[in-house]
């Protein structure tokens, strides 16, 4: 049994290509970004919301790995793809040698961060939770014609920055955006991603910590 971490997953072809796939897929479908950009900050943003709460070193790095490979099921379908990403996920750290107790995090998370069936069942979904609906940033717009632009795209187009900040001893995690309104009101924020914000509070509930919106330094949630 092997110790895997988001570097072996970096190297393997296999994950290479279904993320790859996934995001040129997606993008033909009119979504945003769902590739390596987006795999490696989900990864890392994962990993630190439990380091900075002082989880084990070996949870975090699980986290992390969870984060990179959980949305590697949009290569099959949008549809149910933490489902469909699970059994894909299971199938690579299998092959890479991990043990079936770390399997078991990593598979249960992927397979419980989308807002339409998901729950924080353990630290590493709750999370993967955090990290993944975090990442809202102009940078994830495929779409290069602004006239066409629809919501997603405004919202993250209008989003010049967004990160995780977490506070170990007031128990506090929020999410901070910078948002240009001249592209798109903080409304429309909240017209498409209300229900990842409530997903957000329960996976901070989860690890004891309250969760806060802040958009423009106005706290919202």
């Keep these: 049994m092997s110790k895997i971490t988001v570097e072996d997953l970096k190297k393997d072809h296999e994950i ?13 479908l009119g979504f945003t970004e769902h590739g390596k950009r987006h795999a490696s900050i989900i990864s890392d943003r994962a990993y630190h919301v439990l380091e900075d709460l002082g989880y084990e070193e070996r949870e975090c790095q699980l986290a992390a790995v969870a984060g990179y490979i959980h949305d590697i099921g949009n290569m099959i379908n949008r549809y149910n793809h933490g489902g469909t990403g699970a059994v894909m996920a299971y199938n690579v750290v299998s092959r890479l040698g991990m043990p079936p107790e770390e399997i078991a995090l990593v598979i249960s998370a992927i397979g419980n961060h989308e807002e339409e069936r998901g729950n924080a069942i353990n630290p590493v979904a709750a999370a993967l939770i955090l990290a993944d609906k975090s990442d809202v940033h102009r940078s994830r717009v495929t779409n290069k014609d602004f006239a066409t632009f629809e919501i997603h795209d405004r919202v993250n187009y209008a989003a010049n920055s967004s990160k995780l900040v977490v506070d170990k001893h007031l128990r506090r995690i929020a999410l901070e955006i910078v948002i240009d309104t001249n592209i798109c009101p903080v409304m429309e924020y909240f017209e498409i991603f209300l229900a990842r914000m409530i997903m957000c509070r329960r996976a901070a509930d989860f690890l004891n910590c309250q969760f806060s919106l802040v958009i423009n330094n106005n706290q919202l949630l």
């Design 16 to 28: 290479s290509v279904y993320l790859a796939c996934s995001t040129e897929y997606l993008g033909r």
